[in-house]
């Protein structure tokens, strides 16, 4: 076993295996370290969006069309409101998140990437990676260990700009797919929005929640709910989604429901001397926008280019540039869901003029230029003041 090497990654999840993969497109040896033992689950929508896929597709990684299911665009759905699009360039996919792990391992395994599972790392210093059993030397280590990462802390990133958190919880249902979109359905309203003492418990906490849709395969669906409320769990949230409970009322659940924290995270800094961060330990957006493993995927490519480079300073600023389409793209949808009028209004935009919604898709997916980006909000904007 290697007890030395250029990069030494802690955290074998996506974002991780993805930087190990691409490092070792540019020569370097790489050790990969994780406390758990694979496959690592998530909970998340499980969906990989045209973006995602090029991004994959630039490590060398194509996804098996045995273990994925392919979506055509988005739908959104508010009420009796519906607006949706297809993307402009190819399809996406909607995936299990321990069959990614899986393709992501193998690759990882036939790049030459040594890989450590069940190891548990207790610090870094600048000689490498500590273990309870030893040390390996690193030239750069990679903190690739998520959004709670230790490795952030022990190299002094921790410092942030802002920071806020919600909550996911997902499950899947063995039932056939209904559509070839992904569907995202909004919460009808919020508690701020209703008067009276006639509202549930369950109305005063699900006005701002999100449930994702994605089929995983031909007779499988993810089903991912995204609030503020860490108590909300999917049952009771089903109650605010009335359309969405009736066709998953006599579904078979096929797993436990898991959770997890969505953080958005601007850091001041994401490395230090020899240390770097990728992936949710690098900061990240709202899981509202679904582009959660595109931008791990992309942050990866960049790093091992820098990190061949010996350009961290660089991977720093190119890293901030990376984060600005879904940091705002997040914060319009997080508007849509904490402010069911402007929703509303914006959905009746979106129905009078589908290319609207189409080209708001195509920035999402990162499909469109920065150009396109301001002309779109301008129209948009010019539309909600005008419906």
Known sequence: MLDAADVVVVGGGPAGLATAIAARQHGLSVVVIDGAMPPIDKACGEGLMPDGIAALRDLGIAIPAEVSHPFRGIRFLSGSQSAQAHFEAGSALGIR??????????????????LRWGTNVIGIDREGVRLANGLIRARWIVGADGSN????????????????????????????????????????GSASDRSGDARSANDRHSGDSQIYVTAVHRDEICVALV????????????????????????????????GAITVSRRLRRVHRGSVVLVGDASGGVDAITGEGLCLAFRQAA????????????????????LLCRPAAMARLMLLMARHPRLRQRTMQVFEAHPRSFARMLA???GEASAGNYIASGLSLGWQLLTA
Request: glycine share 4%; no cysteine.
């Open 302 to 321: 960049m790093l091992a280019r820098y990190l061949a480079a010996n350009d961290l300073a660089t991977y720093e600023v190119e890293h901030r540039r």
């Open 97 to 114: 998140r321990t069959a990614l792990h899986r393709v992501l391992i193998e690759h990882a395994v036939a790049s030459g990437v040594a």
């Open 227 to 258: 609030s503020s409320d860490p108590h909300l769990r999917l049952d009771a949230a089903l109650e605010s989604f009335p359309q969405l409970a009736a066709r998953l009322a006599h579904a078979e659940i096929v797993s436990s429901e898991r």
């Open 149 to 188: 990462s230790r490795v952030r802390g022990w190299a002094g990133l921790d410092r942030r700009e802002r920071k806020t958190s919600r909550f996911g919880f997902r499950r899947h249902y063995r039932v056939a797919a209904w559509t070839d979109l992904m569907e995202l359905h909004w919460a009808n």
């Open 363 to 365: 920035m999402h997916v």
